[in-house]
């Protein structure tokens, strides 16, 4: 039975793998190897992300090059074992990590458990993440380098409300270089972003809060800037590390 197990989780749907710059938070403007996995358990109103799972998986044909090639579907480990190795061997130094990324991966966290362990031995791993499926996290944790987890603000989302679900996530997560980002729009309560601020201050006061605002249709910020000011002001002093930051990798014009 294990055997077959192992099995199940060998091959698993994904979107694309490249390599580029990450665009948002505190690792913004390193290098990472990107893995997107499809789906998602949530339907916020400013996603800008394809999370279908496609016939087939774009895989850069080579790194950074912005070409891509396609391949069947389900990707095996090894594959993508195998051009991890690769690009590190071609780019020695080069890649900052490896940044799990969707959709939401947690809905992928059975076979995270078997994956991430042999990605963290080629690179440190980052994960993307709504932090609404904390019942997930404890058996990745420990494979786990860097945590980007999302607060998902109703006014900004409009989702449900997600705080118990975000304070758990956050409970576990600082074990690891956790940073919390929230998405604002000019829909955002202050109330919201307040009562953000104040659950991660609850859990410490030094875990970077990012606040980034939406990026419009045209690759432009969507906010203005007297609003971002004002969303800065409402929180600061709460945190130790308040920053806002766009989504860097539109105006990079990078993937």
């Not at 800065?232 to 860097?248: E, F, N, T, W």
Request: net charge negative.
């Amino acid at each position: 039975m294990p055997a077959q197990n192992t099995l199940m989780h060998d091959t698993a749907p994904l979107i694309e793998v490249f390599s580029s710059l990450q665009g948002e938070g505190v690792l913004a403007g390193y290098r990472q190897i990107f893995i997107r996995f499809p789906g998602c358990n949530l339907e916020c109103a400013f996603c800008d992300t394809r999370i279908e799972a496609p016939p087939v998986c774009r895989i850069e044909t080579k790194p950074g090059s912005g070409a891509f090639s396609d391949h069947p579907q389900p990707i095996s480990l090894s594959t993508v074992l195998d051009l991890v190795h690769r690009w590190c061997r071609q780019l020695p130094d080069a890649h900052h990590s490896i940044s799990i990324t969707g959709g939401e991966p947690m809905l992928h966290a059975d076979l995270l458990a078997h994956w991430l362990p042999e990605l963290n031995i080629l690179l440190p791993v980052h994960l993307e993440t709504n932090g609404t499926m904390p019942e997930y996290l404890p058996r990745l944790i420990e494979h786990l380098d860097f945590i980007s987890m999302d607060i998902k603000l109703p006014t900004s989302a409009a989702t449900p409300a997600f705080w118990h679900e975000h304070r758990c996530f956050l409970e576990i997560a600082v074990e690891r270089e956790v940073s919390v980002k929230v998405i604002v729009g000019e829909l955002t309560s202050q109330q919201d972003l307040i009562k953000a601020a104040d659950l991660v201050a609850e859990i410490d006061d030094e875990i970077p809060f990012i606040i980034q605002p939406v990026t419009g249709r045209d690759g432009r910020v969507a906010v203005p800037a007297e609003r971002l000011l004002s969303y800065q002001a409402a929180v600061a002093g709460k945190l130790a590390d308040i920053r806002v930051l766009p989504q860097m990798h539109h105006f990079l014009e990078v993937l």
